[in-house]
């Protein structure tokens, strides 16, 4: 098969097909991620407090990240599919060259500023000097995925979301595997080092990542330019430095947004890192002692985010294809496609977010003896996590929707309201030793629900979404509950004759077959919605021969 045919079948594929490439993905790529986090955890010397100096260099890291490239891949997606859905294959070809260049520039410089900054912002922000190692393992990095990012975004653009889930498992798997090797051959060195070394395999699976994207990239090129060579209508006239400032036009909002995101789980770093100290102060005499318990509940709270994330992962999926996907239906002003799409997303969302929460609340301490037998703490946050993680996700899809239209500014506004009711509540709440770490997670709470309404409110005046309340919401929360109440007696049945493990294992399976035979009986999706599913129409035609739909004439 040809370049320019492989361009041609990828550009093919379907809105549900690549959501569903990105969900497979995002799964593989939590769960690899839950395996080193798990091994690391319990490896001897590393634990609660070890993670803690993993997640606290890694968010700085990530703060900076931002800034080079999370959000670039929508920006990106957005011009390109725009340029590319009225045939301007050259504009969109150009888009992508203006951007690599200017995004790899901003990503170098931020690696050399955090590489000769580590030590400043490890002593006089968070106030725990050896977090230094891991922000200089991690500096590199960036770089590499400001480019990754672009290309990523491109290839989104041009309707195939390819390179984007495979080099995103890619550097994940060998993450994975690198990191564990990395841990286990420092045993017996401080935390602090331990975990430097963990970092040194996120800049060496990041790298392996961007040359799997330059290869993917190479090979297609011939066949893009074809396509450029071949268009007949006019390209866009735009000189670079108008092309520019339409770039940073759409991602400086975007890119703020996804800042102020970060800048939320920095709060948390450095108000946890502070106030754990002040709440402490009256217990524990020495300042090492102070940091060590300071870093021991930031790494409970991390390892319950871990968790949180593998069901945001999945509904994640929705708001990286909708982008595209909207803002090439919006130019040519197919607002039925607009819809269409984001109601199904959102109604998705709540059906696949729903039960999780419900899951994970009553099974939190069995699942984090089961994850973390060596480091279980923290059943409570996670039980109360369960509720950011509703908002977070729900938030994908109306940010995706916002996005698609183009309104990139409000999301940003949304999460700085909330991001500034969060560090003013950290700040009380964490310092009370009463309250300690749980501040944390209750100002999470807040912020993201308030976020949430905020930008809800704004893309209802864009567009009224075909959903039904009592259909699409209510019953969801409704077939959860019950599922809750049938894992949870499942669980309390199985446990007086069988391990932790076994009965915690066979509890969320029982909750998946009762959650599904509730979707079923309830008749929560339509035909159309299992049509919109990949294979939709073989599933439809399983579930009429079964008896469960009745075949429509």
Not at 172 to 197: E, H, R, S, W
Not at 222 to 248: H, R, S
Not at 449 to 462: E, M, R, S, V
Not at 500 to 510: C, Q
Request: with cysteine.
């Amino acid at each position: 098969m040809g370049a320019e045919d492989k361009i041609k079948k990828e550009k093919g594929t379907s809105f549900m097909k690549n959501v569903a490439m990105l969900m497979i993905a995002q799964i593989v790529i939590k769960i690899l991620g839950f395996i080193y986090r798990l091994v690391i955890i319990n490896v001897e010397g590393f634990g609660d407090i070890g993670n803690g100096y993993y997640d606290a260099g890694y968010t700085v890291y990530s703060l900076l990240l931002t800034i080079s490239s999370v959000g670039i891949p929508t920006v990106i997606s957005k011009l390109v599919s725009e340029r590319v859905a009225i045939g301007d294959h050259k504009g969109a070809y150009r888009i992508f060259k203006t951007s690599l260049k200017i995004f790899t520039i901003i990503g170098a410089v931020l690696s050399i500023a955090l590489f000769f900054g580590a030590e400043l912002v490890a002593s006089k922000i968070l106030n725990v000097p050896d977090i230094k190692y891991v922000l200089r393992v991690l500096a590199p990095a960036i770089m590499f995925v400001a480019s990754s990012s672009v290309l990523r975004g491109y290839f989104a653009g041009l309707g195939s979301m390819k390179a984007t889930s495979v080099s995103q498992t890619l550097e994940q798997f060998f993450n994975c595997i690198l990191t564990i090797t990395f841990v286990y051959a420092l045993v017996g060195k401080d935390p602090a080092i331990m975990a430097a070394g963990g970092n040194v395999s996120t800049t060496l699976a990041i790298f392996i990542s961007f040359t799997y994207l330059y290869i993917f990239y190479k090979r297609r090129k011939k066949g893009i330019l074809a396509e450029c060579e071949a268009q007949t209508v006019t390209q866009e006239d735009k000189t670079t430095g108008k092309l520019l400032k339409t770039i940073f036009a759409i991602s400086i909002p975007m890119t703020i947004g996804s800042l102020i995101s970060v800048v939320n789980n920095m709060i948390d770093t450095a108000t946890i890192s502070n106030c754990i100290q002040t709440a402490f102060s009256g217990v524990l005499t020495t300042k090492e002692a102070l940091e060590a318990k300071a870093m021991e509940l930031s790494g409970i709270l991390s390892k319950v985010v871990t968790i949180i994330h593998l069901p945001l992962a999945i509904t994640g999926s929705f708001c990286t294809a909708l982008v595209p996907s909207i803002s090439s239906a919006i130019s040519i002003k197919d607002y039925k496609t607009v819809n269409k799409r984001l109601s199904f997303s959102f109604f998705a969302s709540i059906l696949i977010i729903m039960p999780c929460a419900a899951g994970l609340a009553v099974l939190a301490k069995p699942i984090l003896q089961l994850i973390y037998p060596a480091a279980s703490d923290g059943a409570l946050i996670l039980i109360l996590s369960t509720l950011t993680m509703i908002f977070v996700s729900l938030n994908y899809v109306v940010n995706g929707g916002l996005y698609g239209f183009g309104k990139v500014h409000i999301p940003a506004i949304a999460l700085a309201i909330g991001g500034v009711i969060k560090l003013v509540f950290n700040v009380i709440l964490i310092s009370n030793p009463k309250i300690n770490i749980y501040g944390a997670v209750i100002t999470s709470i807040i912020s993201q629900g308030l976020a949430f309404g905020i930008c809800l409110y704004y893309l209802n005046k864009q567009i009224k979404l075909e959903m039904s309340f009592k259909h699409h919401v209510l019953k969801p929360i409704f077939a959860s509950v019950i599922m809750g109440l049938i894992v949870y007696f499942a669980y309390r049945i199985l446990i007086g004759s069988m391990g932790n493990a076994i009965s915690t294992i066979i509890s969320i399976l029982i909750g998946i077959i009762s959650y599904a035979i509730l979707v079923l009986a309830t008749k929560m999706l339509s035909k159309e919605d299992i049509y919109m599913i990949p294979f939709g129409t073989k599933i439809y035609s399983v579930l009429t021969k079964m008896g469960i739909y009745k075949e429509e004439n």
